[in-house]
């Protein structure tokens, strides 16, 4: 199967119409039905754009819900019959979109057919032929999987405002900017907002585009930089009530234009041109965090071979079993006695993740449970006297007085209810733990696909890894059941869990679909009855417990259990919690530094007893059930969606919350990169659903179990149990002791179905006010700073004019004025921003809310701002911001962060005297071909190269140079001598070459054999090669004709200097 | 009766698998005779006018209203149909370094002689490899 890549503008603009479309609607209500004139107009107004740009930030919550709506509408197909576009936002977006379009439901209903037939090939096809009857035009194949993935970044739009504003202006700085005024670039800081790239300008011309000077003539490529240095005019093809029209921006009307609804295609065009950063596959940041997140980046997907084994490479994976690596590597890795990891010898004859006699333990402990429970030890026979009970040692100084004393006698069966709480609790926190996990592992194969979809949007996808995506998807296993179909064989590969095909069918490369498949599947092995079978089977599944440990990188997760324990903190509570971290903290350090097989088996070995050892004290329990909640909050979401759909309003926030999971990742990235993260509103609307979904999840698994199964969480009686110790623990009884009494009744009210668990492990999430209130702080409110439940403020902005309106290009004149930076964008040492950027920026200092914790609810005021000159900080921030916008804006090209400089890669190790010059200088020749004889004749190199700045020559199109005028033309324009006309024989006597020794040559040194001629890039004396830049030969493609080569020392007969 | 079926069936299979091994030994001949015309259809040598011819037509930068604007200064053949040219230029030699250029001969019937490569005075090994230039090609090449 091949699959294109989107390389037209139609599936190009497809590709990126849900980003685009938000981005409509983000500015629609300031600029709606208003013409450019209006705009200008509006503009020119004194302070009335600081007041529309006010609306900017605030207005995202409203935004979000807009979005919600609309991609609930998507999901529901309420609202798609007359838009194209519409149908286009995925595939299950574009199958519910068939479903709704009333004419269309025959065709939906073909094409979920074929999906259910043919695997997701099949739906792809269907997807083809239903937008083809949509008139839609071309498709991208797997834009189903691309589609989803823009709608998490579209959340993950919502909350990135900030760089949005910014992006606009540094944009508009790189479009229209001025010429470098030094060839050389020298301010390289300012160099990064000034002109295109060749990449990006290329986008703009695939896209129809052109940006002009003044004279209306083609901009040109500045030689060195290798940029376009900027235009005055952007050209570009507008539909202009549906003719196609050659609109012209000026550099004057650009800023208000792209933020015009009625300038859609503008805005499609721009964001063409650049990939947001986090959206950059190859970013170093985006590494960094597909790392963290231990994505697969190069699984065996697809591999020929052995299916079990291609599978269990997958899965190992997935795993971790080769973290930060290919699957087909295998590496493992150990901390050296530096902390360094350093690779080990893997051990010939492990097998996956064997955590030897650990199973005989979870077994010993089950057997034991079940055993204690069926004697009766497991619960406390109280004696009847209340007196008497008072004085047992557990409760002894603790229930005295007289009123304590009459409600013990209350609290008698409530006591031995609760000793069964016990086992109920251990089991509840060990299902919770295997579900989540499983579910997080679920996630995580989706994530690969996020990955795949990830790579396409950073246009760096290929057809062969959508194509390896497509094809996991496809692989049957023994029951013909493909990856889209079922989630079953990743155990099946490992015989651990039954290998029950699942019936259902997935809607092809529909990811959420796949992962409600893999719901099923979870529930299947897990839930009911068998559950403390089930889930010790799970946990003992090695594959599982790899992943307990790999999936504890939430990001944000931290925060938030830091809030919800900030609630539960209550005298012992404190205890619990800080074991529990402390164990869980130590298995996650485990997993990261220490990579081994055998300190990963004894971590989770040791973590897992301590978290089983705790969970036999309810109230630990109780603790543990929350926090493991908040830890995998996001997987949970899936898991509660079991059964279920992700159709309709319900399906569309499990959609958003699972964004919230993938693109917490997204979130780290902001965080880092001057964003904000979730605000108080989208937090809440999280929250809310999580204790929607969870309530109804419990309700559906209370009607499948028997009341007096004691060993479910779910019977009658675990219910009495698990709504009656919480509210102990939430009642504050010493200090309102006539809370007590309202326990019988809250008890009685608790067996209304939907209420009992939900209370349990899960009722002080549902404080989300309380929360929230503990997250910001009134210092924060008060400066209107970024608030959120994760609590870090600290790049937050609270001057929306100033971040709307101040334009980059002033802000890095302003600093390096006042000399905070240097040409090249860094912090002078011992300047005010570097102490800023040390203090604030780079985490040197903790400086943000993150844990629990009195003593740190305040982050230094220092890092607002506020403190000193304000202007200052602000600048500060609104430098980092523009600097990471610049970052995105950077192409990022062969798997390296060129974000650095926009001089060719080469010239940045050259000598900036005339040798490396020469060198650095012959590679503004690259674009073009090659010509016998070009060069020379009666052009003089002077002439030649006027002509050759005046853009007389097409790149990519015109022939110039031959070997020896390759050489002449970097000589003289990197030096102003002009060597002549001379064929390569002239050289050996040429008083200007001067010959070295082989070992000796370096960059910008003249390699010579009789006939030819190349110029030194580097020299590797080791291995006796050269790089070489050079003009070869005439060639199909004419990229090749001059460039880059390599030849070993025997390639060449002598090496010349060149001196003036 | 059964016996003359068995005759008859008997006779009929004889014939099929006679009839097939003949096909085959047909067959095989055929396509060894094709070859073998194939083969004999590229010339052992090609003339230095039928190379000039070749490279005047296909590479219209050293053409001049059909005429070639180069001199071929020496043939190399390092490889049954595979021709090395190394020209200069007709109007000015000695300003310009003799170019070289690679042709193929595939043959009548598949074109004849090719321009593969060039002209140019390098032909580095990752621009012969790309193009799939047989080894000992390359190294005469780009010497």
């Known amino acids: ?1060 | 009766m059964n016996r003359k079926r068995l005759i008859i069936i008997a006779t009929c299979t004889v014939l099929l698998v006679g009839a097939l091994v003949a096909y085959y030994f047909i067959n095989q001949a055929n396509q060894a005779k094709q070859q073998s015309q194939e083969e004999s259809s590229i010339p052992a040598n090609r003339s230095n006018n039928e190379l000039t011819l070749a490279i005047a037509a296909q590479a219209p930068e050293l053409a001049d209203n059909g005429q070639p604007v180069f001199v071929i200064d020496s043939v190399k053949k390092p490889l049954a149909g595979w021709y090395i040219v190394t020209m200069y230029q007709k109007d000015d030699p000695g300003k310009t370094n003799p170019a070289r250029i690679l042709l193929q001969d595939r043959g009548s019937n598949k074109g004849g002689l090719q321009v593969v490569m060039g002209p140019g005075t390098a032909f580095p090994d990752e621009e012969t490899k790309a193009y799939g230039i047989p080894e000992p090609v390359a190294k005469e090449l780009d010497k």
């Not at chain 1, 979005?67 to 149908?87: H, V, Y």
């Not at chain 1, 023994?478 to 099946?492: H, K, L, M, V």
């Not at chain 1, 309380?770 to 700073?785: T, V």
Request: glycine share 10%; charged share 20%; hydrophobic share 35%.
């Open chain 1, 1 to 1060: 199967m091949s699959v294109k890549t989107p390389d037209t503008k139609d599936q190009q603009d497809t590709a990126y119409n849900p980003s685009e479309q938000h981005y409509d609607e983000q500015f629609n209500r300031d600029y709606v039905s208003k013409g450019l004139k209006d705009l200008e107009d509006h503009a020119n107004s004194a302070g009335s754009e600081g007041d529309d740009a006010n609306t900017g930030i605030s207005k995202n919550i409203d935004d979000t819900k807009q979005q919600e709506e609309g991609w609930r509408n998507n999901f529901t197909g309420k609202n798609n019959a007359d838009s194209g576009k519409d149908a286009q936002k995925g595939a299950g977006g574009a199958a519910a979109a068939g479903a709704g379009a009333g004419g269309m439901k025959q065709v939906a209903g073909r094409m979920m057919g074929l999906a259910k037939r043919q695997g997701p090939l099949g739906l792809i096809i269907g997807l083809l032929s239903v937008l083809g009857l949509l008139g839609s035009g071309t498709f991208l194949s797997g834009l189903g999987l691309i589609n989803f993935k823009e709608l998490l970044v579209e959340k993950f739009d919502s909350m990135t405002s900030v760089v949005e504003e910014r992006a606009d202006l540094a944009l508009g700085l790189r479009l229209f900017g001025e010429n470098p005024t030094s060839k050389t670039c020298a301010v390289m800081i300012k160099c990064r907002f000034k002109g295109l790239s060749e990449r990006q300008m290329q986008r703009l011309k695939v896209q129809g585009a052109q940006l002009v000077d003044a004279n209306g003539k083609e901009v040109t490529k500045n030689p060195i930089t290798r940029r376009y240095s900027g235009g005055q005019k952007l050209i570009y093809t507008r539909q202009v009530g549906g003719q196609q029209v050659k609109e012209t921006i000026d550099a004057s009307k650009f800023k208000l234009a792209v933020r015009d609804k009625s300038y859609s295609d503008l805005r499609t065009l721009v964001r063409s041109v650049y990939a947001p950063r986090y959206m950059s596959w190859n970013d170093s940041v985006a590494k960094d965090i597909r790392s963290k997140k231990r994505l697969v980046s190069n699984p065996q997907w697809g591999e020929e071979g052995d299916q079990k084994s291609a599978n269990k490479e997958v899965a190992k994976a997935v795993a971790g079993e080769s973290p930060g690596a290919t699957a087909t590597e295998n590496t493992k890795y150990t901390t050296d006695e530096h902390g360094n990891q350093v690779p080990v010898q893997e051990d010939p004859s492990a097998q996956g993740l064997d955590f030897g006699d650990d199973t005989k333990n979870i077994n010993d402990e089950k057997d034991k449970l079940l055993q204690q429970a069926a004697n009766g030890d497991i619960t406390k026979s109280l004696p009847d006297d209340v007196a008497t009970v008072a004085t047992l040692p557990e409760y002894e100084g603790k229930y005295s007085g007289s009123g304590i004393k009459s409600v013990i006698g209350a609290l008698n069966p409530l006591d031995a209810v609760a000793g069964l709480c016990t086992i109920y609790q251990l089991a509840n926190v060990t299902l919770v733990t295997a579900k989540t996990i499983a579910l997080a592992n679920a996630m995580r194969y989706a994530s690969q696909f996020m990955s795949t979809a990830d790579m396409f949007k950073a246009l760096d996808g290929t057809p062969d890894s959508m194509e390896k995506a497509m094809t996991i998807l496809q692989k049957e296993n023994q029951y013909g059941d493909s990856y889209g179909d079922s989630f079953t064989y990743n155990y099946i590969a490992y015989n651990t869990v039954t290998d029950i095909p699942l019936g259902s069918s997935a809607g092809g490369n529909d990811t959420i679909r796949t992962i409600s498949t893999a719901i099923n599947t979870v529930n299947g092995a897990l839930g009911g009855k068998s559950f403390v079978s089930g889930a010790c089977n799970v946990l003992t599944n090695p594959f599982v417990q790899g992943l307990l440990a790999l999936t504890s990188f939430i990001p944000g997760a931290g925060q938030l259990s830091g809030s919800l324990a900030k609630i539960l903190t209550k005298g012992g509570m404190d205890v619990a919690k800080n074991a529990i971290k402390d164990k869980i903290k130590s298995l996650i350090e485990a997993t990261v530094k220490n990579l081994t097989k055998d300190k990963l088996k004894d971590a989770a070995k040791s973590a897992r007893d301590q978290l089983f050892k705790l969970a036999k004290d309810p109230a630990m329990a109780l603790f543990l059930g929350g926090y493991l909640f908040e830890r995998y909050g996001v997987p949970y979401i899936a898991q509660t969606l079991a059964g279920t759909e992700f159709v309709g309003a319900d399906g569309m926030k499990a959609a958003d919350g699972i964004g919230n999971g993938f693109d917490a990742t997204n979130s780290a990235t902001a965080q880092l990169r001057a964003l904000t993260p979730l605000n108080k509103e989208q937090y809440k609307s999280f929250v809310g659903f999580q204790n929607e979904s969870t309530t109804r999840y419990v309700a559906d698994m209370q009607q499948e179990t028997s009341p007096l199964d004691f060993t479910s969480p779910y019977s009658a009686g675990s219910r009495v149990a698990s709504a009656t110790y919480p509210l102990l623990s939430k009642l504050d009884i010493f200090s309102h002791p006539s809370d007590i009494l309202s326990l019988p009744s809250t008890i009685l009210s608790s067996l209304s179905p939907n209420k009992l668990l939900s209370q349990t492990s899960y009722a002080a999430t549902t404080d989300i006010n309380a929360e929230l209130s503990y997250c910001q702080d009134d210092f924060l409110q008060q400066h209107n700073l970024a608030t959120s439940p994760y609590c870090n403020v600290k790049y937050g902005f609270n001057d929306l004019n100033m971040l709307n309106n101040t334009d980059p290009d002033a802000v890095i004149n302003w600093m390096l004025d006042n000399k905070e930076i240097d040409n090249d964008g860094n912090p002078i040492p011992d300047s005010d921003f570097a102490d800023f950027k040390s203090k604030c920026v780079d985490g040197t200092e903790n400086k943000f809310i993150s844990d629990i914790g009195d003593e740190e609810q305040h982050i230094d005021e220092e890092c607002y701002g506020d403190k000193n000159n304000s202007t200052n900080y602000k600048m500060y921030r609104l430098y980092i911001i523009d600097t990471s916008v610049a970052d995105g804006m950077d192409d990022v090209q062969n798997n390296t962060n060129s974000t650095a400089s926009a001089a060719p890669e080469e010239c940045k190790t050259m000598a900036a005297d005339d040798l490396g010059q020469i060198a650095c200088h012959a590679y503004q020749f690259d674009p073009y071909g090659y010509k016998w004889g070009g060069g020379h004749g009666e052009t003089t190199a002077a002439a030649f190269m006027q002509s050759f700045k005046a853009n007389q020559f097409t790149p990519g199109q015109d022939h110039i140079l031959d070997c020896s005028g390759l050489v002449r033309m970097a000589i003289f324009d990197a030096t102003g001598v002009d060597i002549g006309g001379m064929p390569t024989g002239g050289y050996p006597t040429y008083s200007k070459f001067k010959e070295v020794s082989k070992q000796e040559a370096k960059a910008g040194d003249i390699l010579w054999r009789d006939g030819h001629t190349e110029i030194v890039v580097s020299n590797d004396p080791n291995s006796q090669t050269w790089k070489t830049f050079g003009a070869h030969q005439v060639y199909s493609d004419i990229a090749k004709d001059i460039g880059p080569a390599s030849y070993s020392y025997s390639g060449f007969t002598k090496v010349f200097r060149f001196t003036k």
